[in-house]
């Protein structure tokens, strides 16, 4: 089976502008997470996503936002960036949620 | 915030040596579960153990739970340098299915 795949890999913004990273799933896994990590707030849950709904929701500005479709394929989307926003977002699949979790590369963002 | 942390936050053994991290959290969970991460990638599914566990053993790997000290362990046996790497917790509470990480523990295993 092919792993989680995420796009792109690396990513330089601007401050104000607006992001969408991209996410597949392992096939047959309908559950899919989204994670900021940063140097200094280590590993922060942003939302899940279960048959295109979104289940859980971390402690995020209304900036960030995500969907699923169909296909169980995810992307997430953050507006009006700040520098801050400067991290490694890593997505994460698994069959069900709460299970284990079978994370992609992360794509690097660095908000200039 | 972050449910779990993680003591040491940075540990430094010699290759053969055995590793011991440890993990606390404050709610009550369905399983916790230990992850490991290279050097800013992709995170690492080692080892489940659910709440009516106490131990249970993968490889060089032995995970212990203590529910009434809401605290867990990982030991990593005969460790080698590519086990060099951060090591995570990750709890899933009783009354969801999100898994909330601790802040790490950074090993590094000396050839």
């Known amino acids: 089976k092919a792993g989680v795949t995420q796009t792109p890999r690396y990513l330089i913004k601007t401050r104000g502008q607006q992001v969408t990273l991209s996410c597949s799933p392992i096939?047959?896994?309908?559950?899919v997470s989204w994670y900021q990590q940063t140097p200094g707030q280590g590993l922060q849950f942003l939302f899940e996503?279960?048959?295109?709904?979104?289940?859980n929701k971390g402690n995020f500005p209304g900036r960030f936002s995500g969907r699923q479709f169909s296909n169980s394929r995810s992307e997430m989307n953050v507006s009006t960036l700040e520098l801050g926003d400067s991290a490694l977002y890593l997505c994460?699949?698994?069959?069900?949620?709460?299970?284990?979790?079978?994370f992609g590369p992360g794509t690097r963002l660095t908000v200039t | 915030s972050q449910q779990g942390e993680e003591d040491p936050q940075a540990l430094s053994i010699q290759e053969g040596e055995n590793a011991t991290m440890n993990c606390s959290y404050k709610?009550?969970?369905?399983?916790l579960q230990w992850y490991r991460q290279n050097s800013g990638r992709g995170l690492v599914h080692l080892i489940l153990?659910?709440?009516?566990?106490r131990e249970k053993h993968s490889g060089r790997l032995r995970v212990t739970l203590d529910t009434s000290k809401k605290s867990s362990s990982l030991l990593i046996t005969a460790s080698r340098a590519a086990d060099t790497a951060s090591y995570f917790c990750?709890?899933?509470?009783?009354?969801?299915?999100?898994?909330?990480f601790g802040e790490g523990t950074q090993l590094t295993v000396n050839p």
């Open positions: 994460a699949s698994s069959l069900a949620g709460g299970h284990e979790q079978y």
């Open positions: 096939s047959g896994h309908r559950s």
């Open positions: 996503y279960f048959s295109e709904t979104q289940r």
């Open positions: 709610t009550s969970i369905n399983n």
């Open positions: 153990i659910r709440s009516n566990e």
């Open positions: 990750a709890t899933r509470e009783t009354s969801g299915s999100r898994l909330t």
